[in-house]
């Protein structure tokens, strides 16, 4: 079946029955479009391995033996230019930045000013022409290429075609001249269909007409859409990157600043691995950490180091200490450093979140994807890299936008964008 027909979608589609002529008319020819029969029986078998793949997850520690894994403290080395031959960074900015867009009403901004609102560029307090994350990043990348002698190559991630974040951020980077970078481009993410836990399509009402609930795919989701055809002239975007002579990729997020050693330190530590997590040293553990954390795991004579969360982590995990029994396992910062290679020749396992709410009046159902974290697991050589918590910073919402400022302040990274501007 290539087209949508009112009696499949009877059965596939939640309350189709309720929907007006018109509203059926408008839905259907949405999923013809976007999500064809064959897409979406697709996405529901995805859905089910998804769902397996989480009820295997949660025996993963059982007869395993964990360890403390290989690690690499950020302040015991020293990162050169000249690290960054070789290597392309990733710019992930796909979010839709809902707690952010919610705290910004709270403090009275007006829909009219939130209209082209994305989290990534939004602008940081002190930062010169208008500048949020994702100018600020650019600008580091490209004063880092400009100091090294050759140009670092990127690729900035957004949401899904059609998504705000698709539409305004190549707008922000023609209109700033690419940041004088000579390889950057951008690369929506795919879309995943936010199905019910019985597996049928849900519908958001939007001006009193149905749309099917999607999500992006998830945080792993844009680096799978880097191994698609399409990209440049046919080719993906790993095999474009790898003709600009690219052998390992930084992940970066996009909503977030860095110290730039910190690039450089990543850099290095990615030189003798095939995959590098960044993670942050604890001196405790509080059993409601919510942070994914960085163990090894020694199971049937093979090891793999793994990223587990708060609900599958046991007493082992939080009892572990480093050699010197200063610190316990490092959580992670959601950066990554990783062989093309890697990518190329391993496909990331379907992902589920916990539950989420698709509509108040249905049970909560998880959103399918990808998970960045699993990149880890595939790695043949993997290591952590330990940063201090001060050398980077997140924006979640508004009130994340002063410690931006000040870190950029502190870093310098405010005279890199002045120097941009």
């Known amino acids: 079946m290539s087209k949508w027909s009112n009696e499949f979608a009877e059965e596939h589609i939640h309350e189709f029955d309720t929907l007006s002529e018109i509203q059926k008319k408008h839905l259907l020819s949405i999923l013809d479009e976007k999500f064809p029969p ?13 769902l397996v793949n989480a009820g295997e997850s949660k025996h993963i520690l059982a007869e395993a033996t964990q360890r403390y894994p290989r690690l690499i403290q950020s302040d015991h080395i020293s990162g050169a230019l000249a690290d960054l031959h070789e290597y392309a960074i990733v710019l992930t900015a796909g979010g ?10 709270s403090q009275g901004i007006g829909e009219d000013a939130l209209q082209d609102f994305i989290k990534a560029t939004y602008q940081i307090p002190g930062f010169p ?7 600020a990043d650019l600008a580091v990348i490209e004063d880092l290429s400009k100091q090294a002698g050759f140009q670092i190559p990127v690729i900035v991630t957004t949401g899904p075609k059609g998504s705000t974040t698709a539409r305004v951020i190549p707008q922000v980077i023609e209109r700033n001249n690419s940041f004088g970078l000579t390889h950057v481009r951008t690369l929506n993410q795919g879309e995943r269909l936010h199905l019910s836990q019985d597996g049928k399509i849900v519908c958001v009402m939007i001006d009193e007409l149905p749309w099917p609930a999607t999500n992006p795919d998830e ?13 440049d002239e046919g080719k993906s975007a790993i095999e474009w990157l790898k003709s600009l002579g690219c052998k390992k990729i930084i992940a970066l997020q996009a909503t977030a600043l860095f110290d730039p050693s910190i690039i450089l330190a990543m850099a290095h530590a990615g030189k003798q691995h095939d995959c590098v997590g960044v993670g942050v040293l604890r001196k405790g553990f509080e059993a409601k950490d919510p942070f994914g954390t960085f163990v090894t795991l020694e199971k049937k004579g093979k090891q793999s180091t793994i990223i587990v969360e708060q609900a599958i982590r046991n007493d082992a995990t939080m009892n572990l200490m480093d050699p010197s029994n200063t610190f316990h396992l490092p959580y992670n910062t959601g950066l990554y450093i990783f062989d093309v290679e890697l990518l190329l020749e391993n496909s990331l396992p379907d992902y589920a979140t916990p539950p989420k709410e698709i509509l108040p009046s249905i049970p909560k159902s998880p959103k399918i994807g990808y998970a960045a974290t699993d990149l880890v697991a595939l790695a043949k ?3 952590v890299l330990s940063v201090n918590l001060d050398c980077y910073e997140n924006i979640k ?13 502190r870093y310098g990274i405010i005279d890199i964008c002045k120097r941009a501007g």
């Open 219 to 231: 945080t792993g989701g844009p680096f799978m859409k880097m191994k698609k055809a399409g990209f």
């Open 129 to 135: 022409n208008g500048f949020g994350c994702l100018q």
């Open 397 to 409: 919402t508004v009130d994340d936008l002063q410690k931006l400022s000040d870190l950029g302040k």
């Open 38 to 50: 064959k897409t979406f029986e697709w996405h529901a078998d995805l859905q089910k391995k998804a």
């Open 96 to 105: 839709d930045g809902v707690r952010m867009r919610s705290s910004l009403r």
């Open 381 to 383: 050589d993997p290591a």
